[in-house]
T-cell receptor, first 112, second 112 residues
Framework: GENVEQHPSTLSVQEGDSAVIKCTYS??????FPWYKQELGKGPQLIID?????GEKKDQRIAVTLNKTAKHFSLHITETQPEDSAVYFC???????????FGTGTRLTIIP | DTAVSQTPKYLVTQMGNDKSIKCEQN?????MYWYKQDSKKFLKIMFS???????INETVPNRFSPKSPDKAHLNLHINSLELGDSAVYFC???????????FGSGTQLSVL
């Protein structure tokens, strides 16, 4: 089955700086890679996703890049703000597979 | 409000008891899920139902029994609770053919 590894487990950045979180996956058939943000006391919420036919996708301050050959994908947050503090999860899903496999999460803290 | 709602939010109980967690979604989605999040924040799928039919059943003790009376509800019943069952349980839903998961706000289960 799919195995998703995520690094780092914790990340602290100064407000205004950029944050990068990286994930690797094991199943070369995986073709969908979402990122979820979990705020304290809430369920995870989708913030951005990318499919395997695209190398990069951007939405305002967040972007995701995908390297299919190396089987890794990354989340980039620029101009970080205090409200970006949360736990972020990457995930991967294979074609025709209902199951989303999550990474182990990254606790991002933005230092004012 | 359109959402995934689960009750109760907190559940504290003694070892050996039987308890249920309820989940309802009014998003018109066809597929519902139960995820378990342990103390290290690791999110793991337990079950998935599509139109009241079980489609994913991960390696979960058979003390856990999901029940879907209709496609808007997916309840989780747990028999003979153990200390290791302490975790946050998330219900989620998705529309058939779409990959985005919508999560409830979680039920924190503490087994004493």
């Amino acid at each position: 089955g799919e195995n998703v590894e995520q690094h780092p487990s914790t990340l602290s950045v100064q407000e205004g700086d950029s944050a990068v979180i990286k994930c690797t996956y094991s199943d070369s058939a995986s073709n969908y890679f979402p990122w979820y943000k979990q705020e304290l006391g809430k369920g995870p919420q989708l913030i951005i996703d990318i499919r395997s036919n695209v190398g990069e996708k951007k939405d305002q301050r967040i972007a995701v890049t995908l390297n299919k050959t190396a089987k890794h994908f990354s989340l980039h947050i620029t101009e970080t703000q205090p409200e970006d503090s949360a736990v972020y999860f990457c995930a991967a899903r294979g074609f025709g597979n209902e199951k989303l496999t999550f990474g182990t999460g990254t606790r991002l803290t933005i230092i004012p | 409000d359109t959402a995934v709602s689960q009750t109760p939010k907190y559940l504290v109980t003694q070892m050996g008891n039987d308890k249920s967690i309820k989940c309802e979604q009014n998003l018109g989605h066809d597929t519902m899920y139960w995820y378990k999040q342990d103390s290290k924040k690791f999110l793991k799928i337990m079950f998935s139902y599509n139109n009241k039919e079980l489609i994913i059943n991960e390696t979960v003790p058979n003390r856990f029994s999901p029940k879907s009376p209709d496609k808007a509800h997916l309840n989780l019943h747990i028999n003979s609770l153990e200390l290791g069952d302490s975790a946050v349980y998330f219900c989620a839903s998705s529309r058939q053919g779409k990959v985005e998961l919508f999560f409830g706000s979680g039920t924190q289960l503490s087994v004493l």
